[in-house]
């Protein structure tokens, strides 16, 4: 089974790089044959996406895109100091999404056999 780690950087609003990397992610889990071991870790602006009521432009909720994929047991995590520096850490997270460090971020790296970044 191929592991695959899913950097997000990319605020939620302003672009629609965070919506095609959960677009992605959703894909690849949708896959009936050669279904990968998924890791997603929402760093920098894109911590956000780790709230609830977060949704795109079009009214789409970026939260049901997130609880999908928590749905398909993939571990969704934010980064501890970005949502630290945003003020984040108090507030309440989507269902099944958790906190991650960067050490974590650094043994899912070297475990994945593919990383992508948005």
């Known amino acids: 089974m191929q592991k695959i780690l ?4 990319a605020p939620p609003y302003g672009s629609e790089r965070c919506l095609s990397a959960l677009r992605l992610a959703l894909a690849l889990m949708a896959r009936e044959a050669d279904k ?4 997603v870790f929402l760093m920098s602006d894109a911590t956000v996406l780790g709230l609830p009521g977060q949704q795109d432009a079009s009214g789409n909720t970026l939260q049901q895109m997130v ?15 970005c949502a630290g520096n945003r003020g984040l850490l108090s507030l309440k997270l989507i269902d099944g999404v958790s906190v991650g460090t960067l050490a974590e971020l650094a043994e899912a790296t070297l475990q994945a056999d593919k990383v992508i970044t948005f």
Request: neutral net charge; proline residues 9%.
């Open 6 to 9: 899913l950097i997000v950087h």
């Open 36 to 39: 990968p071991q998924l890791d």
């Open 67 to 81: 609880e999908q994929l928590v749905g398909h047991q993939v571990p969704v995590k934010v980064c501890k100091t």
